[in-house]
């Protein structure tokens, strides 16, 4: 079974400050997904990542999956308080199922 | 994408009893799923529910325990039974349809055994 390791497991910033995550596992992704989870939700989709050294942004979200595909990072600018939440790297296995990392925790104060 | 309707949202139970969680997807997809989580942490599979068949179950989980129902492509339940205040977790309900198997979550069910 693949592990997805997460890092920082918590992480408390104040408004603005920049951050980054990180998820990394021993074994090559077939693709990587980011999720971010509020309190009393379900976690949502942020992006799905497919080829080795490929970037994609979502506004003030910068996602890059590795070259050789076996880590990934989220790094967020200017961070606000609605970025609060759990974010969750995933990666699909057989049978569409997926191994979810160990979590990020962020709260942003202002 | 899929939107995932999950209930009860949360309630509270005697020890020793039963209680079923509801997921109805407003849409056909081909896989679901259903999740255990501890608040704050990562996200651990119970099961897949497959549909008009037994669900298939992860390492530490058992049908007798957690009884899954998936009678057509958008519904399915989970039951959770003779609950023990270890079962206290949110339960989420997953669909998925596409090739990157990317995941839509209902809201949970936040249960608390008492």
């Known amino acids: 079974t693949q592990l997805l390791e997460q890092s920082p497991q918590f992480l408390s910033i104040q408004e603005g400050e920049n951050l980054t995550v990180y998820c990394n596992s021993s074994s090559v992704f077939s693709s990587l997904q980011w999720y971010r989870q509020e309190p009393g939700e379900g976690p949502v989709l942020l992006v799905t990542?497919?080829?080795?050294?490929e970037v994609k942004k979502l506004k003030r979200l910068t996602f890059q999956f590795g070259d050789a595909r076996k880590d990934s990072s989220l790094h967020i600018t200017a961070a606000q308080p609605g970025d609060t939440g759990l974010y969750l790297c995933a990666s699909p296995g057989g049978g569409n199922k997926l191994t979810f990392g160990t979590g990020t925790q962020l709260k942003v104060e202002l | 994408s899929a939107v995932i309707s999950q209930k009860p949202s949360r309630d509270i139970c005697q020890r020793g009893t039963s209680l079923t969680i509801q997921c109805q997807v407003d849409s056909q997809v081909t896989m679901m799923f259903w999740y255990r989580q501890q608040p704050g942490q990562s996200l651990t599979l119970i099961a897949t529910a497959n549909q008009g068949s037994e669900a298939t179950y992860e390492s530490g989980f058992v049908i007798d325990k957690f009884p899954i129902s998936r009678p057509n492509l958008t519904f399915s339940t989970l039951t959770v039974s003779n609950m023990s205040p270890e079962d206290s977790s949110i339960y989420l309900c997953?669909?998925?349809?596409?090739?990157?198997?990317?995941?839509?979550f209902g809201q949970g069910t936040r249960l608390t055994v008492v």
């Open positions: 990542v497919v080829t080795g050294g």
């Open positions: 997953s669909a998925s349809s596409g090739r990157q198997a990317e995941a839509f």
